[in-house]
């Protein structure tokens, strides 16, 4: 308790350490009145008093005490925004009764230092984020993406990842937010992907050609998971810039089906072909070679490639494509060999595409089907196994290389 004279008298100290005890009294008093209004009513003329307090540690400890308050006089708090630079960023950062308004407002008219404390507030309103990011700062648009609780908009996100693609720190934090869109994600990893390829340890690791496919190979497991994920998710916006940009190619399309991505699959041939989801994914699912040759003609698909697609599906209705990797490589490589046969080796011109990424997979998930299966073998041979073998070629005359 104090008593209202020992309040004025520190009120009319000239010691701005005493008028600072005094404003910290007031306006705790005022956070926790429960009395008469017009004892309020005087507390809050009390408050207003010091605003004028030609001090700064006067006004300093009024902030203060008034700073974290939900309950706090927002136009005394206003007014303390604008004060002294060492006061508005506090106020700034963490008064919860500063609105929208009131922050769009310093970010129009204060300076860096002051812009910089409103963006570290710990939550940001889409409207006020959206006045942050207009300013192009690095140093703000970072405070931006660290904040995973702020009511930041896809295409606020989308916008930041397409203005910092070639900044590995701000790629490394939006690849880390679980509300990035799919299509920011998919840009992002897109630049990942191009600048691994580069790295000195990674080119003199891999050769060129294989280093090649393994990144195409990733990227179009990006964009089938990303697409798959959305759709998902009830959203399509992935999957319309896929189409829109020009990204959606023969291997797309036989990678979806591989992978069994079907729902991904299913919406590309309905997109291509004007038919609806249920009816593809009813063709699909138990369609003659007759009914599945006239939907993926209305996908434009040539002869060939209609051919391949529909060995594909009718094979693919006897293996779980997105779980079983054995099967996936049976199915595969029988596809492989059948063409192989079928062309008497010489596969035609319009195939080529086709086999080159049915043969790449079919290598790629040998070596996948295979790790472990020597090892396990040896572990459950016994003691006593070995491999019956002559002698060794001199490698020296058959690779000089070496």
């Not at 060999?337 to 010489?346: R, T």
Request: glycine letters at 4%; one cysteine or more; aromatic letters at 6%.
């Amino acid at each position: 308790m104090v008593e209202y004279q020992e309040y004025a008298a520190l009120q009319a100290s000239a010691d701005s350490d005493k008028r600072a005890q005094a404003a910290r009294i007031v306006a705790r008093a005022y956070l926790e009145h429960d009395g008469p209004q017009s004892e309020h009513a005087a507390l809050y003329a009390g408050l207003l008093s010091y605003l004028d307090d030609p001090s700064v540690r006067v006004r300093a400890a009024l902030a203060y005490e008034l700073l974290h308050a939900s309950d706090a006089p927002r136009p005394i708090m206003f007014a303390l925004a604008q004060d002294a630079p060492i006061i508005a960023s506090a106020v700034l950062q963490y008064s919860p009764v500063l609105t929208d308004t009131d922050l769009m407002f310093v970010i129009k008219q204060a300076d860096d230092e002051l812009v910089h404390a409103a963006a570290r507030r710990e939550k940001l309103s889409r409207r006020v984020v959206g006045a942050l990011i207009e300013r192009q700062e690095r140093a703000i648009d970072l405070m931006i993406v660290r904040k995973q609780h702020s009511d930041i908009a896809d295409y606020q996100l989308l916008e930041l990842s397409e203005r910092w693609t070639e900044d590995a720190v701000f790629r490394g934090l939006l690849l880390d937010r679980d509300d990035l869109p799919a299509v920011a994600r998919y840009l992002l990893a897109e630049k990942v992907s191009e600048e691994l390829a580069e790295l000195r340890m990674v080119k003199g690791s891999i050769a060129p050609g294989r280093l090649k496919r393994f990144m195409r190979d990733l990227m179009d497991d990006a964009k089938a998971a990303l697409a798959e994920f959305e759709l998902d998710e009830g959203q399509e916006q992935f999957l319309d810039v896929l189409i829109d940009s020009g990204r959606v190619n023969t291997r797309l399309m036989l990678h979806t089906l591989v992978s069994g991505r079907v729902l991904v699959f299913v919406a590309l041939v309905s997109r291509m072909s004007g038919v609806s989801r249920r009816r593809v994914a009813s063709v699909l699912e138990s369609g003659g070679r007759h009914s599945l040759n006239a939907l993926l003609a209305k996908c434009s698909f040539v002869p060939a490639m209609r051919n391949v697609l529909i060995r594909i599906i009718l094979n693919a209705r006897h293996v779980d494509l997105a779980h079983d990797l054995a099967g996936r490589h049976g199915l595969v490589a029988g596809i492989i060999e059948e063409l192989i046969v079928e062309h008497e080796g010489d596969v035609p011109e319009d195939l080529r595409a086709v086999f080159s990424y049915l043969n790449e997979q079919n290598v790629t998930l040998a070596r996948k089907a295979a790790r472990g299966v020597m090892r396990s073998f040896i572990d459950q041979g016994g003691s006593d196994r070995s491999m019956q073998l002559s002698s060794l070629r001199d490698h020296r005359r058959a690779l000089p290389a070496a």
